[in-house]
Nanobody
Framework: QVQLVESGGGLVQAGGSLRLSCAASGRSFRSYAMGWFRQAPGKEREFVAAISWGGGSTNYADSVKGRFTISRDNAKNTVYLQMNSLKPEDTAVYYC?????????????????WGQGTQVTVSS
């Protein structure tokens, strides 16, 4: 059974940092791209960042470029999202997902395995 478990969320003041982790189990995802998405209350789930199967290619939403960094450790079957200079508008539930392909796509429909999410709250 495939399982993705996110961790590292919490409450942080604006300007602070958090590091999210997503551990995958049940199979190896080293041949697939992985991504992070987020969903704020009353809003649709949106793309945040994605990384190719080998980590050599990344993709970011314009709203997080220069502040967030995605990385992965295939030996640990884990993907990370380092979030710096956090803003109140970053408040959301953050989800990791596995894409049905090797390249870091941005479309929600491209991802077929999802975690349960971790809450990130940024206070002003």
């Amino acid at each position: 059974q495939v399982q993705l478990v996110e961790s590292g969320g919490g409450l942080v003041q604006a300007g602070g940092s958090l590091r999210l982790s997503c551990a995958a189990s049940g199979r190896s995802f080293r041949s697939y791209a992985m991504g992070w998405f987020r969903q704020a209350p009353g809003k649709e789930r949106e793309f945040v960042a994605a990384i190719s199967w080998g980590g050599g290619s990344t993709n970011y939403a314009d709203s997080v470029k220069g502040r967030f960094t995605i990385s992965r450790d295939n030996a640990k079957n884990t993907v990370y999202l380092q979030m710096n200079s956090l803003k109140p508008e970053d408040t959301a539930v953050y989800y990791c997902a596995v894409r049905s392909g090797m390249l870091p796509g941005t479309g929600i429909h491209e991802y077929n395995y999802w975690g349960q999410g971790t809450q990130v709250t940024v206070s002003s």
